[in-house]
């Protein structure tokens, strides 16, 4: 940041953020006591969901099958004509190593030696099936619970819900991997019909500004810090007489609050973006430095955390960019393909873990880890695999998670969930229960229908839950 | 404020503000109050179909009887009544509703005072003989034209303020006066244009002295081709329109914006609603060979599309077959919601809960589309062009079906037909002149030579690209054409005639000049007219090589090994008394040395060049070959002949235009195929595609009974007929949803509230009307006079109810604090779409060109996989593109504009009939810091000439400052220039607002 923005930010909103108003119209902040919880007393009041955007191969890394180690190369007919972009060869075992780690004994290869060590903190929905075979729409399921576009994303649902921690920053943030936006793009982090203020703000921490127009491009040079500061005088006036001289519509007196709201997200921002306040060696854990997009994911995990410490509800953490590679859609070789991918998350999500438990943040953040669907058993181009919607994995971790535990189970291939079968409105329904929401009773009528982030269906799996 | 965090928060609740103050208890009327209550949470459970314990709800005597365990209200004691204590879940009561949200508070208390006033009820309900359930609402009911309510003479100008007033009046409640003239012709111009008014408008105004002032300024808006663009834009909020597909791979679609201009030009012509509604459902079908109608069904396609779904996955797999319904339940969706307010896709798991629509009616809607997909249709703008296509195109299937043996093929005009081709194409072959070439030049060092059959010969290094220069002198003028052969040669890669790798080459551009012998310095350039090859690659075809692009090119691939012609026509036959000579230059630019390898010269004089290369099938050959022929082949001659002079007609018919529309004439796109019969759509239980009931016929809705529910059609397979039944089941004038939602979108543009709230859904889980018979009355007038759109919008415009100021009044707010019943205006705020134009026009950059393809106001590059990057920080806001009215920008659904974002413009993906209006601090730092209004804010103090204050306040505000004003103002200029203070007062309410 330049001294003269710093000063900006200082002298321009600055002043006026000291008249900070609680009141806010288009999103009502809740009571002290509903960040307790909505329905029922909260758990947790923060989230963190990292999202392996592609469809993890659960057979690679949590989901260990002794049939299909059993039945490497052979062709079985499970009555799968056609996958979604191929046709099914024969079963393929995972060329990674699979060890059981913790008390727990959960069985992970070692394309994850980091997160192995935390299995006993993690809580796995082992049969999370889709409803989809296709990125787009399953990734929809997977972010909004709806298959089709223009419904509010998780974040945006939690958001209204829940209403703000903090007036400094936005209630939910998107970070995007480095590489470039999920498939969806921005429809992952859309407010759908809910009022435009609960989109994610996407996040780039790279760029001159991490949120848009947080303040005047360099080309406005008229737009001086003391111009600021006194052209914010002059519309507070002018607003605030607007407003006095036509009573009874709070949307004026709004307005006048909003550029004083403003203030302090400009104030705040630049110092919740900012690494460098942490220590070297807690980077180091995370792996800041590295290079590429591993270290960008690393540091949006870093950042993560300083966004939930400082009041953001619904942190959004994408591993991986639209298209047929530097994600986990990994069609064409899984031994070449995936071990860079899952080295992208595994040590910076360990770290991230490690982190909220060392800030205390444990006892009321919850992180999910999550994709849009799993991966065929069979081969497809000799040692990829296909997208496969029968089953795949999610786990989750902190604020009420029941540590080294898992629910459900797939077949014996892991070609379709089998026993206690999860979706994404199972996998929303406990995260909206950690947070105090009955996610039948979280509902917004459009069109004609009462909408949830859990379309009708979704069951809390209080099995993985204290 | 509980109630808004609990149960049906209305996206309305989170939008508008919370209401200042609580209305007082009133009186709780069993018919207005409870049974809606009852009809919309319980009767699904204790109504005619159900009685769970023994209960229903959906008559006084039900209500009396109570269920199988006793009594469920105790008069006038609502703690004790079990009633209550279920909708509340207290008491040790079971929480009812059992399924879904509880009853909101407001619900809850409706029903604890009538509890309290001992619960009255009407002798017998209508409902008390219904057998079906849910009973069908007030909107299914007909339309009957209420008679007009009696006023007193004074405040009331129009049958509209009949209606309000008699409301008003009935609440205790009056109208405010009439908003000052200043005001009122801001209003008027944002309702109608989406443009606020200049000062100098404004001021103009205001100085008409005439008495009908005010209507001339009606009469001059709606004239104006503004208001097409500002009520096109709210159609596209419904429709909800994108240049792009969304889903993952978010392509753009080149051709979405022939229907928004359609929807523009209609608006501005005042189409007949009727027609309008018509032409968007199967305009291609009922009003063939008019091109604005078949563009209309662009509304079709206006939603998303799932290429990756639709196109990309396995054809067989069953995600294919979700997406296909998927993307029709959008269409259904759209057009149900759109044009008849009804909220069917709800009946695509179940029957509907709420409205009496059927899971068999909601697929008989998705068979009305099963024949269609969203694709891009070519079409003939001009409709003269479309029908000499359509006579061509039919001749030529007729004659493609001909058998050869057919006798009429040996009537004299067809031999005729034979003879002049047969001549033709004599001439055409045996006119070549090919003289020595002579001035051989390789600008990129190739090393040319000519062999014996004065072709050339390229050799040596292979350049990555290259132009070859080549002269041949005739001694004839009236050169009609060149002709460039390309030739086989044992030297070249594949034996050429490329000498890429492959064998291919590319021709990027020819040029051609003319001059007399010797006298090169007369050159003149020669316009080539046509193109003709013998083979051309895909996407390299030889119109490339004179399209004056060098990025494209002729090409040859995969037809390598073999020689190749191409003929190269001139505009006018060109030469000189003295013989001709004639430079050619042959540019190959596309890279990886795609270079000639053997090329040979040739002109003509021939009338039909082009004749000599276009192909000729071996029988053909034979056939003209023969002597002499045989009947059968003098009928296969007269065939073919008849055959390649329709093609060439066809061909030489001007390029057609495309629009992206739900069609089923599409070219293939993978196996993305159209459907040449409907596709089978099958009642899906539970919505699932795994489990198909009965196959469902075309249809729509039973509930309304005076209409056919399932269509009876001529050809069943014949997908056009489908939708032309839907468009003339939405426009029959016994449809009463149509009119109503009609009337009620109009009146929600012009008030800011729908007499019923929800514009999309005029059903149950809708919005109650707020004045149920003025609605009536709009409809009944409006479908019987016309259904002009202007019409209505003077009714409305010219109402003492529109013309209200927008007044504070604590005394009217507490009994109506929303102002459902109109005792004032409503204020509104500009929308996104009209903040952006509204800048535009404050600095004087407001570009007003109409129509075309949309503007993007991003930078955009390759994304990684299908969908491309926008970058709106690099887009420069003061490109030519971005002086445009919003309503021309590019809308890509998965990278919206973060400006327009922030100033609530919809996700259009989904339709919005109500905008949201936030006002928090995300849109304040937009608002502020956002650079196209920085930077307009610059433009804004670069016109606002001498006195910049005056000048800046009365661009954005339109008017003069106050003597305060321009105190403050004015030492704040001098202080920090006018562009800050043109940044300020674009932040202003007053800017933002409307009263």
Not at chain 1, 329 to 349: G, K
Not at chain 2, 216 to 236: C, F, M, Q, T, V
Not at chain 2, 865 to 890: G, K, L
Request: hydrophobic share 40%; with cysteine.
């Amino acid at each position: 940041m330049t001294p003269s923005r710093r000063a900006f930010l200082l002298s321009g909103f600055g002043q006026l953020a000291l008249a900070h108003l609680a009141a806010h119209a288009d999103e009502p902040r809740p009571g002290v006591a509903l960040n307790g919880g909505l329905h029922h007393p909260a758990k947790a009041r923060r989230v963190i969901q990292v999202f392996l955007n592609g469809g993890m191969s659960q057979l690679d890394t949590f989901d260990f099958k002794p049939e299909v180690e059993r039945r490497h190369g052979q062709t079985v007919d499970v009555g799968l004509k056609a996958t979604a972009t191929g046709t099914p060869g024969p079963v393929m075992k995972s060329p990674f190593k699979w060890k059981q780690h913790g008390r727990c004994g959960r069985w992970v290869t070692d394309v994850f030696p980091h997160l192995a060590a935390c299995v006993d903190d993690l809580a796995f929905m082992m049969a999370l099936a889709s409803r989809s075979n296709v990125h787009g729409p399953a990734s929809y399921l997977q972010t909004t619970g709806f298959l089709t576009p223009g419904f509010p994303a998780a974040g945006a649902w939690v958001g209204y819900a829940l209403g703000r921690l903090t007036d400094d920053l936005p209630t939910f943030v998107a970070l995007p991997d480095a590489r470039g936006l999920p498939y969806n793009g921005m429809g992952n982090f859309s407010a759908g019909f809910l009022p435009a203020v609960h989109q994610g703000t996407v996040v780039r921490p790279g760029g001159p500004t991490p949120i848009p127009d947080l303040a005047p491009p360099a080309s406005a040079r008229f737009a001086t810090p003391e111009a600021g500061t006194d052209g914010l005088a002059l519309l507070r006036d002018m607003n605030a007489r607007y407003a006095a001289e036509r009573p009874g519509d709070s949307r004026l007196s709004a307005r006048v609050e909003g550029y004083e709201l403003a203030a302090r997200m400009q104030l705040s921002a630049p110092e919740a973006f900012d690494l460098s306040r942490e220590t070297a060696r807690l980077r180091d854990r995370y792996g800041t430095d590295r290079p590429g997009a591993d270290g960008a994911f690393a540091r949006n995990c870093l950042l993560a955390r300083r966004l939930v410490e400082r009041g953001v509800r619904f942190v959004q953490v994408w591993s991986g960019a639209g298209g047929p590679t530097n994600n986990w859609d990994n069609h064409t070789s899984i031994p070449t393909e995936l071990p860079p991918i899952a080295r992208q998350v595994d040590q910076p999500v360990a770290a991230l873990l490690a982190d909220l438990k060392a800030r205390g943040l444990w006892a009321d953040t919850v992180v999910v880890f999550t994709t849009e669907f799993g991966r065929m058993p069979f081969t497809q181009s000799g040692v990829g695999r296909d997208h496969n919607g029968g089953t795949s994995v999610t786990w989750l971790a902190g604020a009420g998670v029941k540590g080294g535990t898992a629910h459900g189970a797939s077949d014996e291939f892991s070609y379709l969930a089998a026993e206690n079968c999860t979706t994404a409105h199972d996998l929303y329904a406990t995260l909206l229960h950690l947070l105090g929401i009955d996610h039948e009773r979280l509902t917004v009528r459009h069109n004609g229908i009462d909408r949830r982030l859990t379309d009708v269906h979704g069951h809390a799996v209080s099995a993985i839950l204290e | 404020m509980t109630t808004r965090w609990t149960v049906g928060v209305l996206v309305a609740a989170a939008l508008a503000l919370p209401p200042g103050a609580a209305q007082p208890p009133a009186p709780a009327d069993f018919a207005r109050d409870v049974r809606p209550i009852f009809e919309s949470r319980c009767i699904s459970c204790h109504g005619a179909t159900r009685q769970r314990g023994g209960l229903r709800l959906d008559t006084p005597a039900g209500i009396r009887a109570g269920g199988s365990s006793g009594a469920i209200i105790v008069p006038g004691n609502p703690g004790t009544s079990p009633l209550i204590r279920h909708v509340t879940g207290t008491g040790g009561a079971a929480r009812m509703p059992a399924e879904g949200d509880p009853l909101t508070a407001a619900q809850i208390d409706t029903l604890r005072r009538w509890v309290e006033q001992k619960a009255p009820l009407p002798a017998a309900a209508p409902a008390e003989t219904a057998t079906k359930a849910p009973a069908p609402g007030w909107a299914f009911r007909p339309i009957v034209k209420p008679a007009v309510p009696a006023a007193p003479v004074g405040w009331v100008r129009n049958p509209i303020d009949h209606f309000v007033l008699a409301k008003l009046t009935a609440n205790g409640l009056k109208p405010s006066p009439e908003a000052d003239r200043r005001t009122l012709a801001r209003r008027v111009f944002v309702t109608l244009t989406g443009l606020p008014p200049t000062a100098d408008e404004l001021d103009a105004f205001v100085a008409d002295p005439a008495p009908d002032a005010y209507e001339k300024l009606i009469d001059r808006l709606l004239a104006s081709p503004r208001y097409g663009e500002r009520w096109a834009r709210h159609w596209l909020d419904v429709a909800h329109y994108a240049d792009s597909h969304g889903q993952d791979q978010d392509r753009f679609r080149p051709n979405a914006w022939p229907y928004r201009d359609y929807l523009i030009r209609e608006f501005n012509a005042d189409t007949p609603y009727a027609r309008f509604v018509r032409e968007q459902v199967a305009g291609d079908v009922l009003f063939p060979g008019n091109p604005d109608a078949l563009v209309a069904t662009g509304f079709l396609a206006a939603g998303p599309w799932d290429e990756s779904g639709l196109r990309d996955i396995n054809e067989n797999s069953l995600d294919r077959q979700v997406a296909r319904y998927l993307d029709r339940d959008d269409v259904v969706t759209s057009t149900m919601t759109t044009f008849a307010g009804l909220t069917v896709h709800c009946a695509r798991c179940h029957d509907h809960k709420f409205d009496p629509v059927t899971q068999a009616d909601y697929y008989a809607l998705q068979a009305v589309f099963a024949g269609i997909d969203k694709a891009e249709r070519a079409y003939d703008a001009d409709p003269a062009v479309g029908r000499r296509r359509a006579t061509l195109a039919a001749e030529l299937a007729l004659v493609r079906a001909t058998n050869a043996a057919d006798r009429a093929l040996l009537a004299p005009e067809r031999q005729a037909a034979v003879t002049a081709f047969e001549k033709t194409w004599r001439a055409a072959e045996g006119h070549w002149l090919v003289p020595e070439p002579q001035g051989l030049r390789a600008k990129q060092g190739s090393a040319l030579t000519v062999l014996p059959d004065r072709s050339v010969l390229s050799g040596g290094p292979t350049p990555e690209r290259d132009t070859y220069t080549a002269t041949v002198t005739v001694p004839q003028k009236g050169l009609t054409a060149l002709r460039v052969e390309v030739l086989c040669d044992d030297s070249l890669p594949h034996k050429g005639p490329g000498r890429c790798h492959n064998g291919n080459l590319h021709l990027s551009e020819v040029r051609v000049k003319v001059h007399p012998p010797g006298e090169s310095a007369k050159a003149e350039a020669v316009k080539l007219r046509a193109a003709t090859a013998d083979f051309d690659q895909t996407g390299w075809g030889v119109a490339r090589a004179i399209d004056g692009n060098a990025a494209t090119a002729w090409g040859i691939h995969p037809a390598v090994g073999t020689p190749h012609r191409a003929v190269f026509e001139f505009e006018k036959p060109v030469g000189f008394e003295a013989g001709t000579t004639i430079a050619v230059e042959l540019d190959q630019l596309h890279g990886g040395g795609h270079l000639i390898g053997r090329f040979r010269l040739a002109v003509t004089t021939a009338a039909a060049p082009g004749e000599a290369v276009r192909p000729i099938p071996t029988s053909i050959a034979a056939a003209l070959a023969a002597a002499p022929r045989t009947a059968g082949q003098s009928a296969e001659l007269a065939r073919w002949a008849w055959e390649r002079k329709l093609a060439a007609d066809l061909a030489a018919l001007p390029a057609q235009a495309k629009v992206y529309c739900g069609t089923n004439r599409f070219a293939s796109d993978g196996s993305f195929r159209p459907a040449p019969t409907p596709r089978p759509v099958h009642v899906l239980k539970r919505g699932e595609v795994t489990r198909p009931g009965d196959q469902a016929q075309p249809g729509a809705v039973e509930v309304i009974s005076t209409l056919p529910a399932r269509f009876a059609l001529a050809d069943p397979e014949d997908e056009g007929q489908r939708r032309a039944a839907l468009a003339d089941w939405l426009t029959d004038p016994r449809n009463p949803l149509t009119w109503r939602v009609a009337v009620n979108r109009v009146w929600h543009y012009h008030v800011g509230r729908g007499i019923v709230d929800t514009p999309n859904d005029l059903g149950a889980m809708g919005g109650v009307p707020s004045h149920p018979e003025l609605l009536d009355w709009l409809a009944a007038e409006f479908r019987d006079t016309g259904g002009s759109l202007k019409a209505l919008h003077r009714l409305i415009l010219t109402s003492a109810t529109y013309r209200q100021a927008v007044r504070a009044d604590s005394a009217a707010a507490t009994k109506d604090a929303d102002n459902r019943l109109l005792w004032r205006m409503n204020r509104a705020k500009l929308d996104a779409e009209t903040v952006r134009d509204a800048v535009l026009l404050a600095s004087g950059r407001l570009d007003l060109a109409m129509y075309g393809p949309p503007v993007p106001h991003f930078v955009s590059r390759p994304g990684i996989h299908v969908t491309p990057e926008a970058d709106y920080d690099a887009f420069d806001v003061d490109a030519p593109a971005a002086r445009r009215r919003s309503v021309y920008r590019f809308i890509f659904r998965t990278r919206p504009d973060p400006l327009l974002e922030a100033l609530d413009c919809p996700d259009a993906s989904q339709s919005a009939p109500v905008r949201g209006v936030s006002v928090g601090a995300p849109q304040a730092l937009v608002l502020w810091n956002n650079k196209f209004l920085l930077r307009h804010a610059e433009h804004l103090a670069a016109a606002a000439g001498a006195d910049p204050v005056r000048g800046v306040a009365r661009r954005v505000l339109a008017r003069d400052p106050t003597p305060a004003e321009a105190a403050a103002w004015g030492e704040y200029t001098r202080k920090h220039g006018a562009a800050n203070l043109a940044r300020v007062l674009l932040n202003s309410s007053e800017f933002l607002f409307v009263d």
